[in-house]
Nanobody, 118 residues
Framework: QVQFVESGGDLVQPGGSLNLSCIAS????????MDWYRQTPGKERELVAAIGSLSGTIKFSGPVEGRFTASRDNAKNTVYLHMNNLKPEDTGVYYCNTPVYSLLDKYWGQGTQVTVAS
């Protein structure tokens, strides 16, 4: 069964940092690209980071580039999002997924809540 379990979200002050984790299961993790998304109330889910299957290619959306980094551990079926210099507009629920399974609603996890506020 395909599953994504995100964790690490918290309340943090502007300028702070957080590290998110996502454990995936039920598919060939090491041979699939992984993506991080975030969603804020009233807005569409947006792609934040895209991590290639071999970690060689990592791309970020404009609003987070230079502040966020990402990595993956294929031995642990885990992908990470390292967030620095957080801003209030980074507030949202963060999800991970893979391009193939992100097309179906049933394959999304619960996400992890990140709140940036003073």
């Amino acid at each position: 069964q395909v599953q994504f379990v995100e964790s690490g979200g918290d309340l943090v002050q502007p300028g702070g940092s957080l590290n998110l984790s996502c454990i995936a299961s039920g598919f060939d993790f090491s041979n699939n690209a992984m993506d991080w998304y975030r969603q804020t109330p009233g807005k569409e889910r947006e792609l934040v980071a895209a991590i290639g299957s071999l970690s060689g290619t990592i791309k970020f959306s404009g609003p987070v580039e230079g502040r966020f980094t990402a990595s993956r551990d294929n031995a642990k079926n885990t992908v990470y999002l390292h967030m620095n210099n957080l801003k209030p507009e980074d507030t949202g629920v963060y999800y991970c997924n893979t391009p193939v399974y992100s097309l179906l609603d049933k394959y999304w996890g619960q996400g992890t809540q990140v709140t940036v506020a003073s």
